[in-house]
């Protein structure tokens, strides 16, 4: 009974040993039903492995979609075989890649964030401060208006806080918003 061989590992598992990264990948769902799941079999089909996913159903991207962050892991070779799945099946890829956000902000935007379109203004921060947006409220006591009040948590590459920052300043200005960043350093 001492030394029994273990059994050869499928084709699969050979594969995930080793040289598998993780990677994240951000869809657009419409609100549909079966829709997450039409999402998900295009990257089990083509070899990778669900690390978790973040289904944003309380939140609405500005095309009208449902925002779903999908973590995986995969062999790499692998990668770009399941992004193309994922688009081939119809579904929106927003983003892919290897990165993961390493660091996240929370920012402040104050003023007519209705009538200078909060929609735009939401898309402008994602594409220029290279940002995704994590979370969203909104506050119009005074009505949509009046000024209003924006609190964003925003998720950014490790490293790049002040870059971010200084982008978000540059639309507040171009867009007249005050732009109210936390309060850092210090010892408590």
Known sequence: ??????????????????????????????DEPGELLRALAPIADNGGNLLSIHH????????????????????PERFDGIVDALRDA????????????????NVILVGHLVETDLSETLSRIEDEADAVVKDLSLAAPDGTDETASARLRLA??????????????????????????????GEA
Do not use: C, W
């Open 1 to 30: 009974m001492g030394n029994v061989p273990e059994p050869e590992s499928d084709e699969e598992e050979a594969e995930t040993d080793g040289g598998v990264r993780a990677y994240t990948v951000r869809l657009e769902l419409v």
């Open 56 to 75: 944003e159903r309380g939140n609405i991207t500005p095309r009208g979609h449902i925002p779903v962050e999908v973590d995986l892991e995969s062999p």
């Open 90 to 105: 119809g579904v929106n890829v927003i983003q892919a890649g290897e990165e993961h956000y390493g660091e996240e902000l």
């Open 156 to 185: 950014i590459d490790s490293g790049r806080t002040e870059q971010a920052f200084e982008t978000i300043r540059s639309i507040g200005t171009d867009k007249e918003l005050t732009v109210v960043e936390p309060l850092v350093g």
